[in-house]
C-alpha cells in the first residue's frame, strides 16, 4: 500500500508527523510525505523535530500571499506529483487550505482521501474562516474519516457518512507531546517568568484581525496591569497585520514579553509550565487538556466543544471585559482554577497514530 501524506501548515506537520513515523515502521507501507510549504520556515521547524524528511515541497508560500493563489499553486503542484505516484490513499489533515485543495486534486484524479481530525464543525461558514469551510468540504469527497472524538463522528454520521469507514482514534496531537515534552527543559523566557504567573497568549485567526484583536490585546494589557505577579509571552505570528496590532497595543508594557515563533519542542513545553492560556487557535484547545492548564478560548464559536463540556476549555469571545473577568477569575479563584486544571482530557491517550495506520491497512490492504 502507497501512502501519501500532504500538508502544509505547522500545525498539520505537527500533528501529521506521529502518523508519519508510524506509517514508516510498517514494512507493508510505503509512505511519501509531500509540503506545500504554505508555512515555510515554521514547517521546517517542525519536520527537523520530529527528524522526518519530506519527499516533495512545493515551496507556495510567497510575500502576502492569497488564498486564491496559494490554492492555484498547490493544485498545479500536485497534479504532477499525484500522476507520478499514483498512491492508494492521499492523506489530509484538518481543514487548512492544503488539505482542501490536497483532498479536491485527489477527488479530481479518482484517488482515495483519508481524513484525519474529520467531523470537527461549527457551522458557521465565516467563523472560523476560510476553515469552517474546508473541513466540511474535504469530508464531502473523502473515503475514510479519522474522527478524534464521538462527537466528531456523530457530527459525521448526521451529515450522512458511510458509518464502516468512520473511524474513532483520538487526536493526534496528544501523541505528538510524547515526543516533546521535557521535564528538564529550560529556556531564557520561562526563567524570566519563574517568579510570576506565565500566561501563554496566541492570536492569529484571520476573523479576528482588525478591531477584535484590538480588545483582545487591550484586555491581556488590563490583566497584565491589573495583576503585578503576572507575565505573558506571544509568540507573535508571522501576519504583519497581526504585528502592527501588538506592537501599538503592547508598546512599552514591560511585563508582556513578545517573542519570534517557537518551534514546536519550545512551545509544548512552553504550555506545559504555564499557568493559564489565552488563545484564539484551534490545537491549542487540544493539547492543553493532555497538561492540565486551563484555556480561554478568544472565540465565539469553536470547533472542539468536547473540551468546554469537560471544562477546561471556556470560550470568552473577544470582548474586552469578559476576557478580563475571565482571566482573572482563574487567577484569584483557586477552586475554579483546580476544577478547569483537573478536568478530564477528552481528546484521547496518545495512541491515536497506531489506530490511523490499522485502519489504513483494514481499508487499503498490506
Known amino acids: ?57 512545493l515551496h507556495v508560500m510567497t510575500e502576502r500571499q492569497t488564498l486564491a493563489g496559494v490554492s492555484a499553486r ?98 493526534t496531537a496528544i501523541d505528538a507531546l510524547k515526543d516533546t515534552i521535557r521535564e528538564s527543559y529550560y529556556s531564557s523566557d520561562l526563567e524570566w517568568c519563574k517568579d510570576s504567573r506565565f500566561i501563554l497568549l496566541t492570536a492569529h485567526r484571520r476573523e479576528n484581525i482588525g478591531e477584535p484583536m484590538y480588545h483582545m490585546f487591550a484586555a491581556v494589557r488590563k490583566i497584565i496591569e491589573n495583576n503585578p505577579d503576572v507575565k505573558v509571552i506571544y509568540p507573535i505570528h508571522k501576519n504583519p497585520q497581526v504585528r502592527k496590532i501588538a506592537e501599538e497595543v503592547f508598546a512599552g508594557c514591560d511585563r508582556i514579553r513578545m517573542v519570534e515563533p517557537l518551534d514546536v519542542m519550545d512551545f509544548h513545553n512552553y504550555m506545559k509550565q504555564s499557568y493559564l492560556i489565552l488563545t484564539d487557535s484551534g490545537g491549542i484547545q487540544e493539547e492543553a487538556p493532555a497538561l492540565g492548564i486551563p484555556v480561554l478560548v478568544m472565540r465565539d464559536t469553536t470547533e472542539r466543544p468536547e473540551g468546554v463540556e469537560a471544562g477546561i476549555l471556556k470560550l470568552v469571545g473577544t470582548d474586552e471585559a469578559c476576557i478580563i473577568k475571565e482571566a482573572e477569575q482563574l487567577l484569584w479563584d483557586k477552586a475554579m482554577y483546580e476544577k478547569m486544571s483537573q478536568a478530564k482530557n477528552p481528546y484521547g491517550d496518545g495512541h491515536a497514530s497506531e489506530r490511523i495506520v490499522e485502519c489504513l491497512l483494514k481499508e487499503f490492504g498490506g
Do not use: W
Request: charged fraction near 20%; glycine fraction near 6%; aromatic fraction near 8%.
Open 1 to 57: 500500500m502507497k501512502v501519501l501524506v500532504v500538508f502544509g501548515t505547522r500545525p498539520e506537520a505537527i500533528k501529521m508527523c506521529p502518523v508519519i513515523k508510524k506509517l514508516k515502521e510498517k514494512s507493508n507501507i510505503i509512505c511519501r510525505a509531500c509540503l506545500t510549504g504554505q508555512h515555510e520556515e515554521m514547517l521546517n521547524q517542525v519536520m527537523e523535530t520530529f527528524d522526518i524528511k519530506s519527499d516533495y515541497n
Open 74 to 171: 498547490i493544485m498545479t503542484g500536485l497534479q504532477e506529483i499525484y500522476e507520478k505516484e499514483k498512491p492508494d490513499v492521499v492523506l489530509v489533515h484538518g481543514d487548512t487550505t492544503s488539505s482542501y485543495i490536497a483532498a479536491v486534486c485527489a477527488f479530481y484524479q479518482h484517488i482515495p482521501i483519508g481524513h484525519v481530525e474529520a467531523g470537527l464543525r461549527t457551522y458557521q461558514l465565516q467563523s472560523p474562516f476560510p476553515e469552517e469551510f474546508n473541513r466540511q468540504s474535504i469530508d464531502m469527497i473523502s473515503d475514510i474519516y479519522f474522527a478524534p472524538t464521538k462527537l466528531a463522528q456523530q457530527q459525521l454520521l448526521n451529515e450522512g457518512k458511510n458509518a464502516a469507514h468512520i473511524y474513532v482514534t483520538g487526536n
